[in-house]
Structure formats: C-alpha cells, structure tokens
C-alpha cells in the first residue's frame, strides 16, 4: 500500500517493540513524512482514517526566571519559540523512550536528552536543551541570541570537537558565548549534564538553504540538519515544545518541578497556501472522468480544506496544510488526487493521432542526416563529459576538482577518447579508429552545437592518413547537407566545426524520413572489465592452402577466450630444396569475461594451436 501510493519500503525488521518498518522517504515530503507523525497521517490517508492525537499530560507551570530572545535575523531564523523549565532531575532514560531510540538505531543519552530527540523522531521539528545556569545572565534573565558568527569565534560542539566558525554561520548565544551551531549541533558551554537543574528548550525553525551550506562547510551533518537542510514549517515549533515539557514532566521532574511562560518570537506568521484547481484540468491531465463529488471526497479524505469557488461548478479552492510545502501550484493538487485515488486504477486510452502533424526540430533533422553520413563511413559516435578543467564558464558547485568549467570545445575530449581506444584497437578489430561527438559548446557570449570527428590509423604504415580520412568525411558531411563545411584543425587528427551556424542557414525541413526496420540478428555481447593479453602465431603451409583453413584450425583449438583475431602478414618464400610455402601470419587476442587472465594460461592455449598446426602435413609453426 505504502510502496504504490508513497513511497518505497525497504523492509521489515523485528525488534522488541514489534515491527520496525524501512520506508525510503524521497526527498520532496522529507518535510512532512520524515517523523513518525507525517507517516501515521499518510497511512491514514491511505486507509481512510485519522491520526489519534498525543494524549499529553498537563504539567505544572509558574513563575521562573526570565527568558528574553533577541532574534537579529529574522530571513534566517523565521520563528524561535523557548520555554524555561526549573527543576528537572536528569538521570536515565526511561524504558518507554529508550526502547523506541533503540528500535531505530539511537542510543539512549539521559532522560532529558532522549526526550528531545524521541520529540524530534515523533513531530520532525529538532529541539535543544541549554543548561540555563550555564549562561550568563543578566539581572536574573536568561538571554537567548540568534545571530551570525563572529569573525575567528570558536566552539566546543558536544561531541568535543573544535569548529571554528565565520560570519556565514548563524548560531545561538548569550551575551558572551556560543551556545549552539543554529540547527545544527549543540555546544560544550551549555550542555545537559547530571548535574543540570534547571533548562532551556529550543524549538526553532531555521532557513533550509542556510543549514545546508553551514553543514557543507563545518563538515557536520546530524539528524536535526537533515531535517532544516529539507525544510520544515515554522507552525510546528510550538506545538514540539509543549510535547516535550508534557514529557519532561512525566519522566524527568524533580519535586520542584515547573514550566515557566512559553517566549515565542514568531514576527511573520506563514498564511495558509491557497491552490485553485477544477475538475476539468485534473481529468485532463489523469485521463480520468471524475464528478464534483468524487473530486471533493478525495480531497476530504487527504484533509484538505476546499471549497467551490464562487457560483463556478468544479473548481475547487484547496487550502494546503502548513506542513506540506510541497504543494504550491494546480499540478501538485492533481498529483495528490492520482496518487491516493491510485495510478493503476486510471484506464489507458491511446490518443486519438487523427490529423496529428509532429513538429520538425531543424538541428536534430540536419544532425541526424550527419550521423547516418559518418556512419556509413565506420565512424562511431562517442557522448563524452560537458565539464572540464579548462573553459569559459566556470561551474559555480563543480563535480570534481579536474571538471570546474564547462567546455568550449569538443576537441579536447576526442583526443582523449582517441587516446583511449588507439590502446584498444587490436580488441577491437580495427585498422583506424574513427570517432565523432555532436554536442553543446559553451562560449562566454554563446552555446552552440559542433560537430567533431578524430581519426587514429592503427597501423604504422598509415594508409589512408588521418588527413585524408578527415577530408573525405567533411567532403560527404558536407554533400549531405548541400553546403560546404568549413572546420577547425585542432590537430592532425582531429577537426571541429560550428554545426549550429551552418544549420541555421540551411532550409527547413518537410518531414522526418524514417529508415525501413532492419531483419538482421543483431546480437550484443557484454564487454568484459578485464584487460586484453596479444599473441601472435605464423605458419608456414603449402601454398595450395587457403589462409581459411589456418584460421579455422585456430578457431577450433583455441577455445571461449580468444575473442578478436586477425591475419596480418602473408607472404611466399622458396626454401633450398626449391619448394614452395606460404606464410601466413595472425594476431591473436584472448580475454576473460571473469577474470584476469594470467601468462601460463595463455600458453596452454598457444602450445595446443602451435601442437595442432604443426600436426597438418606440411605445415610448420615459425
């Protein structure tokens, strides 16, 4: 149920508190379905029913010292709700909650601690706890500080690892010290310990995009950092913060145990996101013959408030909740009314093509035209990386270290690629190897489509060169097209031209012309990830013996691992007693697809050809 209307499960686990189910949560409702609460209301959904809400217990609340919050950037801490709590008494976790952390791989830190994260797995919102007594106070209040880093200011996270900080970090502090990495790790200055009385709840709500970078940069990613980096409504916080007092009261209270006023800074409330849909895009875009109602009751069961819009029949006004902030435009509306309706119960139709006329896309015409041109001339097209070391434009996030620019030639990337399979050419069977790449080029002012061919003779007598090679491609390219091809030379062996320039001036094209289905067998074979291993063998034979049979007598004695061969030198020679004899002269490549094949096990394969051609009568292995 869950893997056709959600998300993916991974498996199922036993453990002592039942079942622990693996659900992958994509990373479009990490928001909402990262907790245990955003995947109960999606089970609920899914079977018709509600969510039972927390049955939390009241707690003593009453005068304790103060807490003031300044909150100096709002863009990136949109809302800071606290509580101070007094008379806590930290010891062990209690069973309950343990057994919970422990189900899902936590381990179990105090009372106290374990309350927090039990909350944050529970609600998806992260909370911290500060030891109030360790802060500097000021006239008996508890400063609490969002702000951005000090140049060269450090902290010691709990974890005693020393961070040092810059002015892109936001953290929490008092008057004199970092308290926290906003988010993201809590400090030494403030931490919970046995001793700890009386304490600070953080329930806040930071910038996703801000705890991403911060993460990235400080090396540190936790549970909480996930949770902000993916975003999280600001609406949450406060509600977290009651459950955790609920909590604190129940398992980790001291005989003086109190809950002073919640202190919620909160400066620009979210509104409700309102989406207008009707009834007519949602059975366009799902195929699908829906009413009025049946719309209306799918969009009760996912809880969204709707209504119709004015005296207009099936449009509807969807209100989202505040935790879904995935749903913003008609389209996500539509996919949650497929989604829960379910995808397999929508009946295919094939589309009515009648009068259906395809648009010409010009380039892909005219390059696929080159393409069957070059291939007929044994030309293999290679795709190679759009970025690398050097160009133009650089990559403000680049993938690796040697790709930080995106390329403004093809030129590089074929000699490479020439470079590469001039080493395989004798496991592939060629005499020269011909390549060509059709791809975007990025200038500073422009991109454009060039085309690139490279050719590398294989043999050391090079007949036809690489330049006559060229020259005849971007001769035919150039008859194809009705226009002549002007390229640069990057070097002897590789040419490029400015494709998209040339086929802008070309006419536009009628229609597609589409090659007839070939009845050919064509076969494919797995290319092996093990290198190669060359022998060559000559005989000699009588010359009435056709270079075939030779071959056939290797073939036959050489077994799965000989995988390319080739006769490459014949030639006749008159020995002293005046008989004839030809030569004939193969190369031999033998490859494994399992392993790496070793010396001696090759010669047992070349000592049993060498043994069967020296058996024929007349025939001598040189």
């Not at 000090?150 to 020393?162: F, H, I, P, S, V």
């Not at 133009?392 to 996030?397: K, M, Q």
Request: charged share 30%.
């Amino acid at each position: 149920m869950i893997t056709f209307h959600s998300f993916e499960v991974e498996g199922i686990e036993k453990s002592e508190n039942g079942p622990v189910i693996d659900v992958s949560i994509l990373p479009n409702r990490s928001h909402d379905c990262l907790s245990y609460e955003g995947m109960a209301r999606e089970i609920g959904v899914l079977l018709g029913q509600r969510v039972v809400p927390h049955n939390l217990k009241k707690f003593p609340k009453g005068n304790t010292r103060k807490l003031s919050i300044t909150n100096e950037e709002e863009k990136l801490c949109p809302r800071y709700t606290g509580l101070m709590v007094e008379g806590i008494q930290v010891g062990a976790g209690s069973e309950r909650i343990k057994k919970h952390l422990e189900s899902i791989g936590q381990r179990s830190i105090n009372n106290v601690v374990d309350i927090m994260n039990f909350v944050m797995f529970e609600t998806g919102q992260p909370l911290h706890a500060f030891d109030a007594d360790k802060l500097t106070s000021e006239s008996n209040t508890a400063h609490i500080i969002v702000r951005k880093a000090k140049a060269g200011e450090k902290m010691t996270t709990l974890d005693n690892k020393d961070v040092e900080l810059n002015e892109n970090v936001l953290v929490i502090a008092d008057s004199e010290n970092v308290l926290a990495i906003a988010g993201i790790k809590g400090g030494k200055k403030a931490e919970v310990t046995g001793d700890t009385k009386n304490i600070i709840i953080e329930s806040a709500n930071f910038a996703s995009s801000n705890i991403r970078k911060t993460s990235k940069d400080i090396g540190i990613r936790t549970d909480a950092s996930v949770r902000f980096e993916h975003g999280i409504t600001p609406e949450k916080t406060k509600d977290a913060i009651i459950y955790v007092a609920s909590l604190l009261a129940e398992f980790a209270a001291g005989p003086n145990f109190t809950a002073g006023k919640i202190k919620d800074v909160y400066p620009e409330k979210v509104e409700p996101w309102k989406i207008e849909v009707s009834v007519l895009e949602i059975n366009k875009s799902l195929g699908t013959a829906f009413t009025d109602a049946k719309v209306a009751n799918i969009l009760k069961k996912i809880h969204f408030d709707s209504s119709i819009i004015g005296s207009e029949e099936g449009r509807f006004e969807v209100i989202v909740p505040p935790d879904r902030l995935d749903l913003r435009i008609k389209e996500d509306i539509i996919e949650e009314v497929g989604r829960i309706y379910g995808y397999e119960k929508v009946i295919s139709v094939k589309p009515i093509m009648e009068d259906f006329i395809p648009a010409i896309n010009k380039n892909f015409y005219y390059t696929d035209k080159i393409r069957s041109v070059l291939s007929e001339m044994d030309f293999s097209e290679i795709s190679t990386y759009a970025f690398t070391e050097t160009g133009d434009v650089e990559v403000e996030n680049p993938i690796a270290s040697d790709k930080k620019f995106l390329r403004n030639t093809l030129a590089g990337n074929m000699q490479k690629a020439l470079e590469l399979n001039i080493r395989n050419a004798p496991l592939l069977g060629l005499q020269t190897i011909r390549l060509f790449e059709i791809g975007k080029v990025f200038e500073k002012e422009r991109e454009y489509i060039s085309l690139c061919l490279g050719v590398s003779p294989t043999a050391k007598k090079k007949s036809p060169t690489s330049k006559d090679i060229l020259f005849s491609a971007e001769e035919k390219v150039s008859d194809a097209l009705g226009v002549t091809l002007i390229g640069k030379t990057a070097s002897e062996s590789v040419i490029h031209f400015d494709l998209e320039s040339v086929i802008q001036k070309l006419k536009e094209p009628s229609g597609y012309k589409f090659p007839e289905s070939g009845k050919e067998d064509i076969r494919y074979h797995k290319i092996s990830a093990y290198p190669f291993m060359l022998r060559d063998i000559a005989v000699f034979a009588p010359t009435s013996v056709p270079a075939l049979e030779v071959y056939n007598v290797i073939k036959e004695h050489s077994g799965e691992l000989l995988v390319q061969d080739k006769l490459f030198d014949v030639f006749e020679k008159t020995f002293e007693d005046g008989t004839k004899k030809i030569s004939y002269a193969f190369r031999l490549v033998f490859q494994s697809q399992e392993k790496t094949l070793s010396d001696e096990e090759v010669n047992v394969v070349m000592e049993k050809i060498t043994a069967e051609l020296n058996e024929r009568e007349g025939w001598k292995v040189r």
